[in-house]
């Protein structure tokens, strides 16, 4: 019986995966409709199906460079300094990373600064961090 209930897990996951990439394409089809609607423009809708797929597959691909990046570094999370790391070849992009990020810094109240006991390769970036299942 144990291979049945597998077999429903590996169906739920793949359900639970088309729905959110459904709700993904949707939200960058509502996106581009909008953008285009604010600068007087008109979109097909082959062109906005076509940047819903591009915007997830940009997507996906950005998630493997992450789990790579935080598991060439020997972690299991992926954390702010590998998001700016995958962009370092839009220098515009990596900058307003960092400058979010440093935001985010400033934003973060004191005594959690002080609390938390890093080490020295975790004060180089900051603790925003993802978790990477074990695969």
């Known amino acids: 019986m144990e291979g049945g209930n597998g077999s ?3 169906r739920e ?3 639970v995966s088309d729905i959110l990439q459904d709700r993904f394409r949707l939200s960058a089809v509502s996106i581009a409709e909008n953008e285009a609607k604010k600068n007087g423009v008109e979109i ?3 062109i906005t199906s076509c940047i819903a ?8 691909q950005l998630a493997k ?8 570094a020997g972690r299991k999370s ?7 790391l995958s962009a370092h070849r839009n220098e515009h992009l990596t900058a307003l990373l960092r400058s979010f990020c ?3 810094k400033e934003k973060e109240p004191q005594s959690e600064r002080k609390r ?3 080490s020295k390769k975790e004060d180089k970036s900051t603790t925003s961090a993802v978790n990477i299942p074990d695969t």
């Open 53 to 60: 797929d591009l915007a997830l597959n940009y997507t996906e």
């Open 102 to 104: 440093n935001d985010l």
């Open 78 to 84: 992926v954390n702010m300094e590998d998001v700016i």
């Open 44 to 46: 097909s809708e082959p």
């Open 65 to 72: 460079e992450l789990e790579v990046f935080a598991q060439h």
């Open 13 to 15: 996951d793949d359900s």
């Open 8 to 10: 429903e897990v590996e």
């Open 116 to 118: 938390r006991k890093t």
